[in-house]
């Protein structure tokens, strides 16, 4: 096995083209959700994101892999959210690196405020990670907007 390198990123979700290229809608790692107390922690319903995970190897590459991803949340739980066992990478063209590339939907219960992580294992090793928040919002009305950036600490 000749591993190169990993990537994940999370966004709101992903547009497959009829070229089997694939485009990141809203890449976000902030999420705005209503307080959560007692009588709802059990009842609120999963919090939609995407996730892509991109693993490269090397052309010559004919080992068998796994791949899983764990979420790990604020105050250091862990669940294994997928994972895929015993797989060999394909490639469509000749001469070019060997990829992985993950995108799957998400529903991520919302027990906690804070920072979460998506952690990339491929064959034991973690490789790559992707952060989001979950904040605490009244209203969604005071909510960052896309246009507007906070101030650059530079």
């Known amino acids: 096995m000749a591993f190169i390198s990993a990537y994940a990123f999370v966004c709101q979700a992903f547009l497959t083209e009829k070229d ?15 307080p959560i107390n007692d009588a709802t922690r059990e009842s609120l319903p999963p919090i939609g994101m ?16 796994t791949l899983a991803i764990d979420l790990v949340r604020p105050d250091g739980e ?4 997928a994972a895929f066992e015993n797989k060999v990478v394909e490639t469509k063209f000749e001469n070019t690196d060997k990829t992985i590339n993950a995108v799957g939907n998400i529903g ?15 064959d034991g090793r973690r490789v790559a990670s992707a952060f989001f928040m979950l904040i605490e919002n009244q209203t969604l009305s005071d909510a960052p907007s896309a246009q507007r950036l906070p101030e650059s600490p530079l």
Do not use: C, W
């Not at 089997?20 to 209503?34: E, H, L, N, P, Q």
């Not at 995407?50 to 892999?65: F, K, Q």
């Open 20 to 34: 089997g290229v694939t485009s990141a809608i809203r890449i976000v790692d902030v999420f705005y959700m209503a």
């Open 50 to 65: 995407a996730l892509y995970i991109n693993v490269r190897l090397t052309e010559d590459d004919s080992d068998s892999h």
């Open 78 to 81: 862990t669940k294994r959210v």
């Open 108 to 122: 991520v219960v919302p027990k906690q405020f804070g920072k979460h992580e998506f952690v990339v294992h491929f």
